[in-house]
């Protein structure tokens, strides 16, 4: 800094006028700024980094090219790469967030149902068959009697055979007697009707349950 000594102000005549002030006002701030930028300037010039004094450049010498011989064929040219097939960009599903008070889910109508058919209920089973035993009529314990001989007929030397038809309760009486195949006399036909009539039967047997049934019951009338 440098200090300027200024006139006292009870001066008249020696004291400078405003315009020297002023102009003096102004050297001074002018060498203030001088000052401060020389000494600005010296502390960045310091600072400055220093680039090196000269740089170094080194040609590498060029391939030479390879002479073609115009006698050797040309080697065939390389495969180009084949590249992998680009992956196909998958669908993106659009979805919109809207406010759930105006969001709202509609589903298609569905294509009307075909009436169903009623099914045809399956044929039923046939029934089991059960075999049926026929009355019998020759059985010993049954001691059923002989038909009587008529004498007309003994003296008459009436001889024949008579099927007679018998219809069987569920019991093993006599039901119903009739003739089936007649002896050819009227006689020997009657005989035989009055006894079958008296006759026990072994009836018919559909599995274990005996039944009404017919049978035809031979009788022969013979002379010795």
Not at 12 to 40: D, I, Q
């Amino acid at each position: 800094m440098i200090a300027v000594a200024l006139p006292p102000l009870d001066c008249a005549e020696t004291c400078p006028s405003w315009g020297e002030r002023l102009f003096s006002w102004v050297m001074v701030l002018g060498l203030h700024l001088l000052l401060g930028y020389a000494a600005l300037y010296l502390s960045v010039k310091n600072d400055l980094i220093q680039l090196p004094p000269s740089i170094s450049v080194r040609l590498l010498p060029m391939l030479e090219e390879k002479k073609v011989d115009p006698a050797k064929p040309l080697p065939p040219p390389p495969k180009p790469l084949r590249r992998p097939p680009l992956a196909q960009p998958q669908p993106v599903l659009a979805v919109t967030n809207s406010p759930p008070s105006n969001s709202s889910f509609v589903v298609a109508p569905q294509p009307p149902v075909p009436p169903v058919q009623p099914m045809a209920a399956p044929p039923a089973p046939p029934a089991p068959v059960v075999a049926v035993v026929a009355a019998r009529f020759d059985a010993d314990y049954l001691h059923n009697p002989k038909p009587v001989y008529p004498t007309l007929s003994r003296r008459n030397n009436e001889e024949g055979r008579v099927m007679l038809k018998v219809r069987v309760s569920a019991q093993g009486g006599a039901l119903d007697v009739a003739i089936a195949k007649s002896s050819g006399f009227a006689r020997l036909d009657s005989a035989a009707a009055d006894a079958v009539t008296r006759w026990r039967f072994v009836p018919a047997k559909r599995g274990d349950e005996p039944v009404e049934s017919s049978v035809i019951v031979p009788i022969t009338f013979a002379l010795e």
